[in-house]
Nanobody, 120 residues
Framework: QVQLVESGGGLVQPGGSLRLSCVTS????????MGWYRQAPGKQREFVAQ???????TYADSVKARFTISRDNTKNTVYLQMNSLEPDDTAVYYC??????????????WGQGTQVTVSS
């Protein structure tokens, strides 16, 4: 079973920055498509950003130019650098790892989430 552990959340003022980290267990991290999702109170979980291997990135329109996803395959870690944070960015942020086998079976694993609160 793959385990993902997020960290780096907290309380920040509007306009501030945070960097989230997600450490993933297992020996095939470099093969995972890694993503960040978020869920605000009373809302559905939504896509934030994704990074493949080597480094193709995709972002939700709401975070483009403010957030940057990156990965370090030597540390089994994916990061989300969040700048110019806004109150609407307040949510629990989840890390996701996706893997497709050679026989096209898909696996997805989630972390437990880390709270990000943007407030003055």
């Amino acid at each position: 079973q793959v385990q993902l552990v997020e960290s780096g959340g907290g309380l920040v003022q509007p306009g501030g920055s945070l960097r989230l980290s997600c450490v993933t267990s297992g020996s095939i991290f470099s093969r995972y498509v890694m993503g960040w999702y978020r869920q605000a109170p009373g809302k559905q979980r939504e896509f934030v950003a994704q990074i493949t291997t080597p480094t193709t990135t995709t972002y939700a329109d709401s975070v483009k130019a403010r957030f940057t996803i990156s990965r370090d395959n030597t540390k089994n870690t994916v990061y989300l650098q969040m700048n110019s944070l806004e109150p609407d960015d307040t949510a629990v942020y989840y890390c996701k790892a996706e893997y497709t086998t050679i026989s096209h079976t898909k696996y997805a694993y989630w972390g437990q989430g880390t709270q990000v609160t943007v407030s003055s």
